[in-house]
């Protein structure tokens, strides 16, 4: 059981690339999610999927897409990437958002710098 | 609506000594909280989560953690500290019906040998 994967660990863009932060998991979870931690700020939802084919916005979803075709993967798109993008993303998923009160499962980052 | 505080930004104790990071939360309806915690370059783990059950909580490695409805506190306890609990801690909340977690701005734990 790998539990929650991404990739890359590091990345360095361009102002105005567009990159595809990549996020599986292997526990048939329901529920996934992007975060962004920024310093002195915790963790900010962007984007998160309560199934295949269901997405919604989170707190911060400017600048960001993301689509889910499969139960395992869910993507995080960069389409003109800015400096304030600069951070450090986080990719979880839980078996079911039944009322919040379920254990989110944490990849181990992807920190992106963008010149 | 839902936050969280936490209240400092960096504890440091020597090790042996007791821990105390503290957690101050809002919400408007009855919520559940939880302690995650990160160590340096890695990603977030659980390590305790109140859900309307008990109010004293007991986690993984030794931390409990009390939920106080009269004070909108739940903050993190171990009786003494280890070299391994030098992480950064999250307080978080969440709510039935919202689709997301609220994060606290994090606690910095040093712990000095």
């Known amino acids: 059981n790998a539990g929650v994967t991404q990739t890359p660990k590091f990345q360095v863009l361009k102002t105005g690339q567009s990159m595809t932060l990549q996020c599986a998991q292997d526990?048939?979870?329901?529920?996934m999610s992007w975060y962004r931690q920024d310093p002195g700020m915790g963790l900010r939802l962007i984007h998160y999927?309560?199934?295949?084919?269901?997405?919604d916005q989170g707190e911060v979803p400017n600048g960001y897409n993301v689509s889910r075709s499969t139960t395992e993967d869910f993507p995080l798109r960069l389409l003109s990437a800015a400096p304030s993008q600069t951070s450090v993303y986080f990719c979880?998923?839980?078996?079911?958002?039944?009322?919040?009160?379920?254990?989110?499962?944490f990849g181990p980052g992807t920190r992106l710098t963008v010149l | 609506a839902q936050s969280v505080t936490q209240l400092d930004s960096h504890v440091s104790v020597s090790e042996g000594t007791p821990v105390l990071l503290r957690c101050n939360y809002s919400?408007?309806?009855?919520?559940?909280l939880f302690w995650y915690v990160q160590h340096p370059n890695k990603g977030l783990q659980l390590l305790l989560k109140?859900?309307?059950?008990?109010?004293l909580v007991k986690g993984i490695n030794g931390f409990e953690a009390e939920f106080k409805k009269s004070e909108t506190s739940f903050h993190l306890t171990k009786p003494s500290a280890h070299m391994s609990d030098a992480a950064e801690y999250f307080c978080?909340?969440?709510?039935?019906?919202?689709?997301?977690?609220?994060f606290g701005t994090g606690t910095r734990l040093t712990v000095i040998p």
């Open positions: 979880a998923s839980s078996y079911s958002w039944t009322g919040g009160v379920n254990e989110q499962f």
């Open positions: 526990m048939n979870h329901e529920y």
């Open positions: 999927s309560v199934g295949a084919g269901i997405t």
């Open positions: 919400s408007s309806y009855s919520p559940s």
């Open positions: 109140y859900t309307s059950a008990a109010t």
């Open positions: 978080v909340v969440s709510v039935f019906g919202a689709n997301n977690l609220f």
